[in-house]
């Protein structure tokens, strides 16, 4: 993620399986994400099947509750491929503060091929 073109945060996941849909990874994000008003994101991610229709449902929760909704299309994947996904992200009216936020969001994020499930990933964000 960056701010104003400079790179804030990486993490690189290509070593677990984000599809295991019970478990949660936590993530440790600069605190200084939460005042920028906007957030670039890029997604390199591979796919050995074709996805007629790559859609991304996601719930950013605050203790269980969802607080935010954000879809993202990105629409067909090339069998075999690698992909980059770059979208941005404009932040809230009022963010809360991190030390309210640390560890208590999560972000499960749904991933579907038009309307059918694909896999589910959840992620923990604690802000240092």
């Known amino acids: ?63 269980g509750n969802i607080i935010e909704h954000w879809i993202f299309e990105f629409g067909f994947v090339i069998p075999n491929s690698t992909n980059t996904w770059q979208n941005i992200v404009d932040a809230g009216t009022s963010v809360l503060p991190s030390n309210i936020l640390s560890g208590n969001v999560i972000i499960e994020t749904s991933f579907f091929d038009g309307s059918e499930f694909i896999g589910k990933c959840n992620v923990r964000v604690y802000y240092v």
């Open 1 to 63: 993620m960056s701010s104003g073109g400079k790179e804030i945060w990486k993490e690189n996941f290509s070593h677990l399986d984000i599809f295991d849909n019970e478990r949660v990874i936590d993530i440790h994000v600069p605190k200084e994400i939460l005042s920028c008003k906007q957030v670039a994101r890029e997604i390199n991610f591979s796919s050995q099947n074709m996805i007629k229709q790559l859609r991304l449902v996601q719930h950013i929760k605050l203790h």
